[in-house]
């Protein structure tokens, strides 16, 4: 069986951690390379890092803060926001980061995708998907940071993604971001048990329950977070120890 993963989350906006709820509200949450460094040494899995405003501003993800929190961690470290080539994947690469999220490019571009899973290795090619769950019960995709509404149905994109090369989903719910009510169950189990790839649950973890529950009841891989660790509401290996009680199989 494989160990289930607990992944910090850096959301960054001119070179700070931010966090907001159902994607707005936005406040500051600290200096990232302090955080990443933190998360690190308590035991996190992974790190995202989001680099939230790149794609609206029509610029490429920070390199250099990028390099700066590689340098102090040693968990594998995914980052995103602009990215729309292979060149843009190859300079992160070289300056730290082990695989990249991508996110409307690949949406609006398909192909991205399965040129950088060719240049790189599905394993490096994380599809992130912001999904909404609207007033007729179906879940679609949203675009530029949750801004724009799609009338593509999540279950769709997802499959035509992890067809097209992309090795992981990261799946994140405008409705349940930032709430602190808990992940959206019924959506990341839809896509944990119809995808051959793993699937990261993203947007509204409040307890440790919200964790087990994830893992347990909608078979996600892995499970995101990132206000709750930023303002210190839970530590990652107080989390670890509830979830290896609840014999949940975790890397301690």
């Excluded at 399965?114 to 599905?122: H, I, P, R």
């Excluded at 944990?192 to 964790?211: K, Q, Y």
Aim: aromatic share 6%; net charge negative.
């Amino acid at each position: 069986m494989l160990t289930k993963r607990i992944i910090p989350c850096l959301d960054i906006k001119d070179g700070r951690t931010v966090k907001g709820v159902n994607f707005e509200n936005i406040r500051d949450a600290g200096d990232p390379v302090e955080l990443a460094l933190l998360y690190s040494q308590q035991g996190a899995d992974e790190l995202v890092f989001l680099d939230i405003t790149a794609t609206v501003e029509k610029r490429k993800t920070l390199v250099e803060l990028v390099k700066r929190i590689a340098a102090n961690i040693n968990i594998p470290f995914t980052v995103g926001g602009g990215i729309s080539s292979v060149e843009d994947v190859s300079l992160l690469l070289q300056n730290g980061a082990d695989k990249v999220s991508v996110n409307t490019a690949a949406y609006k571009n398909p192909q991205l995708i399965k040129e950088l899973s060719d240049a790189f290795g599905s394993q490096c090619v994380v599809l992130a998907i912001d999904t909404k769950k609207e007033d007729d019960g179906e879940w679609y995709v949203y675009l530029n940071g949750g801004r724009t509404k799609t009338d593509t149905k999540t279950t769709d994109w997802a499959k035509q993604g992890v067809e097209l090369g992309a090795g992981e989903i990261l799946l994140t719910s405008m409705n349940n971001d930032g709430t602190k009510a808990g992940f959206a169950l019924d959506i990341t189990g839809t896509l944990s048990n119809m995808l051959p790839v793993p699937v990261i649950a993203s947007g509204g973890a409040g307890t440790m329950e919200h964790f087990s529950d994830v893992f347990v009841n909608a078979n996600a891989d892995a499970a995101l977070a990132a206000s709750i660790f930023h303002y210190k509401e839970i530590e990652i290996k107080d989390l670890k120890k509830y979830l290896t009680e609840q014999k949940i199989n975790i890397r301690i």
